[in-house]
């Protein structure tokens, strides 16, 4: 799953590569499922009505939403779910199995969508629309775009009485962790996924809080991760490089890079969490 970092690595490569490019067509796939990816436009032509034609003005992101400004007056939102991947490729090359859309610019070149799962959602509208239908709303924290202040932190945690993972995955609290940065950054501070977030010493908020800016940080540098089920890729199909420096998410059974004890995986939810046992806690 995409989480906040590779979403910001794909609006940065859009900014780049397709601002200022005309759409010349848009092909909603026969692909099956191809409709699913469009499910507020009841016809293939009604969706290519409303961007055929135009030019990407910008690209913005709430959240993990990405908002691309056309120049008809209309965003075009992208939600990737789970599985959905952007990709901007020649117009001659093969159509992979699973691309639901294809936009095709009037200088060369194309925009695909590609999702196995057909989670992802696509969405064309004036910008009260967008705004209506909640696609710009975003209630935690996006480290990536706001400066968020050790005691305003602090402030918040205080107010909480969770497990510090249910936390750190709580879309209300900070955008888009997913489980690979929740437990990274919880390594990174030595506190277990178990924690209650209020019984953090000021200590512990201090290295929670520098944890969560450089984990962010540092994976946006090696523009994402891409590891087993996270295969990301960015824009042009090159994955990231974060899953080098990962220290315990899949990597049970191996020695902590920080105490030599072995890292160790448990059942979390509909998922799993890994830590150390020694150092965490």
């Not at 601002?19 to 290519?48: L, S, Y």
């Not at 909480?160 to 997913?178: A, T």
């Not at 962010?216 to 824009?235: C, E, N, P, V, Y």
């Amino acid at each position: 799953m995409p989480a906040l970092v590779e979403i910001e690595v794909l609006r940065r490569d859009l900014e780049r590569e397709i601002v200022g490019r005309r759409i010349k067509d848009v092909d909603v796939t026969a692909a099956r499922n191809a409709m699913k990816v469009i499910p507020r436009h009841g016809r293939r032509k009604d969706f290519q009505a409303l961007v055929a034609g135009a030019k990407f003005e910008k690209v913005d992101r709430a959240g993990n939403r990405l908002l691309l400004t056309l120049d008809n007056d209309r965003v075009m939102v992208v939600d990737l779910g789970d599985t959905g991947q952007l990709l901007k490729v020649s117009a001659s090359g093969a159509l992979e199995t699973h691309t639901h859309l294809v936009f095709t610019f009037t200088i060369g070149g194309q925009l695909r969508l590609i999702d196995p799962k057909a989670n992802a959602e696509v969405f064309v509208g004036t910008e009260q629309e967008v705004v209506d239908l909640g696609y710009t709303s975003v209630e935690g924290i996006d480290v990536l775009e706001q400066q968020v202040t050790w005691p305003h932190f602090s402030g918040m945690l205080e107010e909480r009485q969770q497990p510090m993972k249910d936390l750190l995955m709580d879309d209300r609290f900070i955008v888009g962790l997913r489980h690979l940065y929740s437990d990274e950054i919880l390594w990174t501070a030595a506190l277990r996924y178990d924690r209650p977030s209020d019984k953090l010493t000021s200590q512990d908020v201090r290295r929670l809080y520098r944890a969560l800016i450089e984990t962010m940080q540092d994976s946006l540098k090696a523009r994402g991760t891409s590891w087993g089920s996270h295969g990301f890729t960015d824009l042009s199909g090159v994955p990231g490089q974060y899953q080098l420096e990962l220290k315990v998410f899949e990597r049970e059974g191996e020695a902590c890079k920080r105490c030599r004890n072995e890292i160790t995986k448990e059942p979390y939810g509909e998922g799993f969490t890994y830590f150390c046992p020694q150092c965490q806690s």
